[in-house]
């Protein structure tokens, strides 16, 4: 909760003095407010007994309302660009996995092309949680990790693939079980 001068300004989840009082949330927004002096008292209310790093994740940064959602603006069409390529990329290298399937290493840039694009969508501004605002804290979460493990994974099959029998197939199972156990 976001407090100027002791009014409720906005508030992201539920803040609580013990995790079952407390509601996770990771919403990103530009909140605007008119101060009506040279000085006000900003107080912000945050809990966190659910993800290690986790509160405040970046400056507050104070200005104009239209400065500030300029920014944010600038900031998704960057990443929009970046799902843009990556979703080309991955669809290119699909239709040549599609052409040649004997070769797989087409199939596994593709994904991991795709799986980036998702996890872009889910980092920085957080456009996913903003566009579904029920899909909740823990499901958003579990869903980031999973992506960024088979990410994982599949970075290591690829260069598996790639180097053939330059790798060890012992390791590459190491790899591939423990980023498993932890999914």
């Known amino acids: 909760r976001v407090f100027i001068n002791g009014s409720l300004l906005t508030s992201v989840g539920k803040v609580g003095t013990s995790a079952a009082e407390e509601a996770p949330d990771f919403k990103t927004h530009v909140v605007g407010f008119s101060p009506g002096a040279d000085r006000f008292d900003i107080v912000l209310h945050v809990s966190n007994y659910f993800f290690i790093q986790s509160g405040i994740l970046r400056s507050i940064v104070l200005g104009r309302e239209w400065d500030l959602n300029s920014q944010r603006e600038k900031r998704l069409l960057l990443e929009f660009i970046f799902i843009g390529i990556l979703l080309v990329m991955g669809v290119y290298h699909f239709s040549i996995f599609w052409l040649r399937k004997y070769e797989q290493l087409p199939l596994y840039f593709g994904l991991i092309c795709i799986f980036l694009a998702v996890r872009i969508l889910n980092k920085g501004e957080r456009f996913f949680l903003n566009m579904f605002p029920d899909f909740g804290y823990f499901a958003w979460s579990t869903f980031n990790y999973s992506i960024d493990y088979a990410v994982g994974i599949l970075f290591i099959m690829f260069f598996y693939r790639l180097f053939g029998s330059a790798v060890s ?9 423990s980023f498993l156990f932890l999914i």
Request: glycine share 12%.
């Open 169 to 177: 197939k012992k390791l590459i199972y190491a790899f591939v079980g």
